[in-house]
């Protein structure tokens, strides 16, 4: 397979604007000439297109991309990170950098000028720079350094080695300095997470940060056409660039090139089934387990009762499907005691529009200013992957409180992190949040509020028998169970317990353990039977009430609320609610 970063690739300049929005923005900052230092994060490590002939068009690294295509090579271009040291550009730099250095300091020794300390390798460059800027007229020096945050790593200036603070007070001072600002010297920053850097220069008004963002279809598609054209890429019988560029999202064009050239060297065509695991893979990889891949096999046919709750969900499906993005809410808050079937119904609503869900992990970590950067990591791609459903399981535990934000400083930012993606309208329809919880009470009013999870949906236990026996009907179609035709109203009638859909499932499974066991295939009414008769559901009478009444009090309709509930007073809820916390501690 050829080696395509070197070869012209044809593109249409439409298709270019969106990946290359962020270069035009670096470069309008920089002849506004109002900053020193810039931040480029996001995804940096990518093929970045460029333009060398009309409809021509070449894929390079960033640094390359700053170098030839931003400042042309010219004047003198300087590459540090930790691992290659100071270099250049163009050899003729160097040599010119070498020349000066050593005449001007001739008792150290030249491999010095050149070394990886930034301590080091900062302070030689300053000198080179005052020199320059003495020496020579309209004379533009550009310092990229790579892996900026392991110069200037995020935390609390206490907490930072002797090296790492004389970085951070070097690259803030750079950031400000008339000189530099004068004598036209610029330093740009990579990294993939902002993060990552140090707060008191990544959020100082005196710098200047510019994302890179994932390659939209149009990119991904005409890239794949590239490959394809180029026999570099093997598809199936009715998968086309165009189709496989609308099923990738959340892949860049590096991802895309690793995917094509592993089956080509597999000699196995790319399938539907193929690209959906790799997919999966790769992004799961990509996030680090920040997140994980919810399936999606069923579809709102398959959940029984809750109609008012599904009524809403299939609204919510035709809008998608009319691509009426702009009247669905930002996110729902979805409620309701244990075994109610609430990460189900989620899930099967992913399955009924038709797009991927992920579950948020635990991004926390005991690592200062870790969890900041893997949120922020799984955000970016949760944005690359648009459209896209985001499940948070046991929100009200997994995204804490405004106390524990209040107590920490790092958790007030990780609150602010999550608050002000959730509420970000740009992405209304296209990311869609789910939080679910058997206690909305303990969820902060910053994340249910209107604006972010603003759709309020409360599950219920059944509680006629013709419900019961609706969910026993679906959840036999869920278990692909074969059960013997019996009635089953009867056995209803005579089982008085209140059952959840988790308890009537786990009935179900006992019996087919017991047909199993008697080498059948079919369950049978004494299956049945006598699972019920042995069967005590776990009983936790005082926190499922209160799981209830708090469901109860955040339903934003009456019809979703049981009969029982629906002539209560709210003042009379609330007061019941506070005696059954009391009750439990």
């Not at 960033?62 to 040291?85: M, P």
């Not at 729902?332 to 244990?338: F, H, K, M, N, R």
């Not at 200062?368 to 949760?382: D, F, P, V």
């Not at 009907?473 to 988790?502: H, Q």
């Amino acid at each position: 397979m050829k080696e395509f970063q070197t070869q012209l690739i044809k593109i249409n300049q439409e298709y270019i604007n969106v990946l290359t929005s962020w270069a035009q923005e670096l470069s309008v900052k920089y002849c506004s000439k109002t900053a020193n230092l810039y931040f480029v994060h996001g995804n940096i490590r990518d093929f970045l297109p460029h333009k060398v002939n009309e409809g021509q068009f070449t894929f390079m690294k960033i640094q390359d991309y700053i170098s030839e295509v931003l400042f042309g090579n010219r004047d003198i271009i300087v590459y540090f990170d930790k691992s290659s040291g100071i270099t250049f550009c163009m050899s003729s730099m160097q040599d010119e950098y070498l020349k000066v250095m050593t005449s001007r300091y001739p008792s150290v020794n030249p491999s010095d000028f050149f070394s990886r300390d930034p301590q080091k390798a900062f302070d030689f460059l300053e000198r080179y720079f005052a020199f320059n800027i003495q020496e020579q007229n309209n004379c533009r020096i550009v310092l990229i350094i790579d892996y900026a945050e392991t110069i200037i790593p995020a935390g609390e200036i206490g907490s930072l080695s002797e090296a790492d603070r004389y970085c951070l007070v070097t690259l803030n001072r750079w950031s400000h300095e008339p000189q530099f600002t004068k004598g036209d010297i610029s330093i740009i920053m990579l990294t993939e997470n902002l993060s990552d850097i140090n707060p008191r220069l990544s959020t100082a008004p005196s710098t200047v940060k510019v994302s890179v963002p994932f390659p939209d279809k149009s990119v991904r598609t005409q890239f794949l056409t590239y490959l394809l054209e180029n026999d570099q890429l093997l598809l199936e019988r009715g998968l086309n660039p165009e189709r496989m560029g609308a099923l990738t999202s959340g892949l860049n064009l590096l991802n895309l090139h690793q995917l094509a050239l592993e089956s080509w060297q597999e000699g196995r065509e790319i399938t539907l089934s193929y690209l959906r695991d790799r997919k999966r893979e790769i992004i799961e990889n990509e996030a680090a387990g920040l997140l994980e891949f919810v399936n999606t096999d069923h579809d709102l046919s398959f959940v029984a009762g809750h109609a008012f709750v599904k009524r809403r969900f299939l609204s919510a499906a035709k809008a998608i499907k009319m691509g009426r993005a702009d009247v669905l809410p930002m996110g729902y808050l979805i409620a309701g005691p244990v075994g109610t079937g609430k990460t189900f119904i989620v899930s099967a609503f992913a399955g009924e529009i038709g797009v991927p869900m992920v579950k948020l992990q635990n991004f926390r970590s005991q690592w200062g200013g870790a969890a900041e950067s893997n949120l922020e990591k799984a955000m970016n791609i949760l944005k690359a992957m648009a459209p896209v459903a985001v499940m948070i399981d046991e929100a009200d535990a997994f995204l804490g409180d405004r106390q524990s934000a209040e107590d920490s400083v790092s958790e007030g930012r990780i609150f602010a992190q999550i608050a002000n993606f959730m509420g970000d309208t740009e992405y209304r329809g296209k990311i869609i949040w789910f939080l679910i919880t058997c206690r909305p009470d303990l969820l902060p009013v910053d994340l249910k509020r209107q604006g972010r999870a603003e759709e309020h949906l409360a599950l219920f236990y059944p509680e006629t028998i013709e419900a019961k026996i609706d969910l026993f009907k679906t959840l036999k179609r869920k278990l692909d169970l074969k059960v013997k035709d019996f009635p089953v109203t009867d056995i209803f009638k005579n089982f008085k317990m209140e059952v959840s859909g988790a308890d009537i499932e786990a009935i179900l499974v006992r019996a087919k353990m017991n047909a199993t066991m008697d080498n059948r295939t079919i369950v049978t009414q004494e299956d049945i039977e006598q699972t019920l008769s042995d069967f005590i559901p776990p009983v936790y009478p005082y926190e499922i009430e209160l799981q209830n009444l708090v469901a109860v009090l955040e339903c934003t309709s009456r019809e979703m609320v049981p009969q029982k509930y629906q002539k209560m007073d709210r003042s009379k809820l609330a007061a019941e609610i506070q005696e059954l916390k009391q009750l439990l501690g």
